[in-house]
């Protein structure tokens, strides 16, 4: 059984009002009554009528109010409005509608009339149900669709991301006695560019970006990568090749942080004072990123262990930082740097953790 419309009769004369309600309640309605504007606002959140007859003289007397009121609010807006004239003079009808009232009835209200006018509305308000519920449903559907698409760029952001250390731990292999230097050092990267202020998608990139940064030693003969002591003059001469040979294997790519990578491969090794290589680049004119890089790389070989050193302990690595700042790094990327040395720490005994 279907539940009786609702209609809330809003009158402050009692004769009038029961008059209605003995017109509404043999064509099967349920019918509420109230008498002022507060009454007819608690009563429209109470009981949800569909439709809503209102007084005109109940109505002016609060300035129209209460119809803005039902109007404004989101449990009642939808309610249809029918405004109840004795006089039907044009001013009223224009500040009614302005106030958002959806029809007019003129006493003396004849029954047949009543009933047509309350199935019009109830047919309205039946399409614009199904018309909101379709909408709902839409939303619904798009909004499961889009987390469901989130949900899957991340996967293959994740993905690709492991892609990329792997890939770039290959480049290492033969130089580092473990690969998660290129993991610790793009973590150090992107925590330093995020301190920086710099924005989310450069964060992102940095993190992406930087793992590729010694991807050329991949072009390094082994007699050189892998040599004991110290390296020669014309061994050194070879091994900077590293980062035009990085550069080289990167350029010409379309996604923003592989360009980006090819920026820090070139340029990583470049020193704030202009000492560094492959082009003696100085000050600003160095890519920021790889200055950014440059310091997550020195401080990830000075903490790691190798064949021919120990790790050298946080306080003593972060010294030799500091010393070089003006110098080997840009002194803005070195107070980031240090001013993260809790998250920097951690980030270090993690991975020492996962080892």
Known sequence: MEPKVKILVVDNR???????????????????????????????????????????LTSKAGNFEVTRKLKENEVTKTMSLVMISG?????????????????????????????????????????????RNF????ETEVTKRTEAMKEGIEKTKIASLDTVYRLSKAAEYKDE????????????????????????????????????????????????????????????????QHTAIGAQILKGASADFIKLAETIAMNHHEKWDGSGYPHGVKGPDIPLAARIVAIADVFDAL???????????????????????????????VDAFCSIEDEISAELNWFAFLL
């Open 303 to 333: 903490t790691s262990e190798r064949p021919y050193k120990k790790p050298f302990p946080l306080e003593k690595a972060m010294t030799i930082i500091k010393e070089s700042r003006g110098t080997h790094f840009d002194p803005e990327v």
């Open 177 to 240: 006695d473990t690969g998660a230097h290129v993991e610790r050092m793009s973590h150090y990267s992107s925590a330093i560019a995020r301190k920086m202020g710099l924005d989310a998608a450069f964060v992102e990139q940095i993190l992406w970006a930087s793992p590729m940064h010694d991807i050329g030693k991949i072009g390094i003969p082994d007699r050189v990568l892998q040599k004991p002591g110290k390296l020669d003059d014309a061994e050194w001469v070879i091994m900077r």
């Open 14 to 56: 009692d004769d009038k009002s029961h008059l209605l309600e003995n017109m509404l309640l043999p064509l099967g309605y349920q019918v509420i009554l109230a008498h002022d504007g507060e009454e007819t606002l608690k009563k429209a959140r109470d009981y949800s009528p569909n439709i809503i007859l209102l007084d005109i």
């Open 135 to 138: 909408q709902e449903k839409i």
């Open 87 to 131: 006089s039907g003079e044009v001013e009223d009808r224009i500040k009614a509608l302005d106030a958002g009232v959806d029809d007019f009835l003129i006493e003396p209200i004849e029954k047949t009339e009543l009933q047509a006018r309350l199935k019009c509305l109830l047919k309205v308000n039946a399409y614009y149900s199904q018309t």
